[in-house]
């Protein structure tokens, strides 16, 4: 297969609502596609979704295409990823499926498959899927024709996993005062709830869906929105989502913000005696040179996968890492989960705070990173053809750092990442990134 014809990008498929493949003719063939490739003779599939308006369209195209294939659906409604995935593990599902477009604005949709261990299915299922997708939905007769039900503890599934981080502690939040955006998301309803349950005072802000307002100047693609919120309350964190609530970016008790490098640097080294750590995590191409060398000093090694959680777990896998993670906030914890959980990663950060009695600020004094600056540049403006030339001269003017040019996966952008604490340096790969303009 082609892969620039493939559908699946790093995360999913993504697109535009009403372009292809975000229809709902599309979605109904992907649905009966996904059906035949994942169970043979009925079965169940769970739908979770996030709060962005077309999510009810979506919802109910899948539920219909698997209805008619003889599926039992179950709705799940609006709840983050990470707790779709438990859903899908601890229940009778054959597979479930995301429908969100993670920290994309309301415009956009997405599809996440998730397998019955609550993993991202993996590419060569993704591939059987796209090469049915020509096949005409499947309609079976009326006594074979599935049916579909709304879930009533999907929730408090979830729930259960977050409070084992602390251990049967039933109010071990007290005392703390804790701001959470959840980017208008997921998350809105269980993120506060639960952090207040945990006996926590919660400053929610960005908790309040419209159907167009997901991922609008909050959450954690817009942290100054929280820095702010945190700083101007003398809150203890803030705890920053995004719209499915697989990623996080914190606000530490100097109103600092701390990266998903930061993060993973704090879980790391919280876990050096924990007997099923190995001494390696998992970043991306992307992870800060300064945390591969602050962990080094610790004996621990850094790994680097391509961009994407599915990627990065993968590689967990094949080292047999626990964690892992990404810049942007996509942490794993393999103790808990498969994949990233943004507000359960907060969490485990909490407890680590708690009991080594010290603020979330002291964990990362020993942390020193590397000045990075990251460029996004519209694909339909860039001149393709000087892209490798880019990188050629970019690569001979960082002599003391990095240049990483690559096409996202999940948005029509090149990402530049500059790495470099000589700032001349830095501004005159700038003023060669110019030269790629159309």
């Known amino acids: 297969m082609n892969e620039n014809n493939r559908i699946f990008g790093t995360d999913g498929i993504r697109g535009k609502v009403g372009e292809y493949p975000m229809t709902v003719d599309f979605t109904m063939r992907l649905a009966s596609a996904i059906a035949s490739t994942l169970t043979q003779n009925g079965g169940q599939v769970a739908i979770g979704k996030d709060t962005r308006i077309s999510g009810y369209m979506f919802e109910s195209a899948l539920e219909s295409a698997f209805v008619a294939y003889g599926l039992k659906v179950i709705l799940l409604g609006p709840l983050p990823s990470p707790a779709i995935s438990h859903y899908v593990r601890e229940s009778e599902a054959n597979f479930g499926i995301v429908i969100s477009a993670s920290h994309n604005s309301y415009e956009y949709n997405g599809i996440k498959i998730i397998n019955q261990n609550g993993e991202k299915i993996e590419q060569l299922l993704e591939n059987t899927i796209e090469s ?3 096949d005409n939905p499947v309609t079976k007769t009326a006594n074979m024709i599935g049916k579909a039900y709304r879930s009533g503890d999907s929730r ?13 502690d039933t109010k071990p939040l007290n005392g703390l005062k804790i701001v959470v955006d959840t980017s208008n998301g997921a998350a809105y309803k269980i993120a506060p709830q639960v952090l207040l349950e945990l006996g926590a005072e919660v400053i929610p802000i960005a908790c309040s869906p419209n159907g167009y307002n997901i991922n609008k100047n909050c959450g954690s693609t817009y942290p100054d929105t929280i820095r702010n919120t945190v700083q101007a309350t003398n809150s203890n964190l803030g705890i920053a989502l995004d719209g499915d609530a697989d990623r996080v970016l914190l606000v530490d008790d100097q109103g600092q913000l701390l990266d998903g490098d930061q993060i993973l640097y704090i879980l790391t080294t919280a876990n050096i005696d924990n007997s099923s750590f190995n001494s390696k995590v998992v970043g991306t191409v992307m992870s800060n040179s300064g945390l591969e060398k602050s962990l080094k000093k610790k004996n621990i090694e850094l790994l680097r996968s391509d961009v994407g959680d599915k990627n990065v777990y993968k590689m967990m896998q094949s080292s047999g890492s626990i964690i892992g993670g990404e810049t942007s ?15 359960l990663t907060a969490l485990i950060i909490i407890k680590e705070s708690l009991d080594k009695k010290s603020p979330i600020s002291e964990l990362t004094k020993e942390l020193t990173l590397v000045n990075q600056h990251n460029i996004n540049i519209d694909l339909q403006n860039v001149d393709t053809e000087k892209i490798d030339t880019l990188r050629d001269k970019a690569s001979t003017l960082i002599e003391d750092g990095r240049v990483i040019i690559r096409k996202s996966g999940t948005e029509p952008l090149l990402r530049i990442l500059i790495e470099s604490d000589n700032e001349e340096t830095v ?3 700038k003023n060669l990134i110019k030269e790629i303009n159309k």
């Open 427 to 429: 501004n005159q790969v």
């Open 329 to 343: 906030g996509h942490i794993i914890n393999l103790e808990y989960l498969p994949t990233g959980d943004g507000l």
């Open 132 to 134: 049915r997708l020509n």
């Open 156 to 168: 408090d599934k979830y729930k259960e996993l977050l409070r084992k981080v602390f251990n049967g």
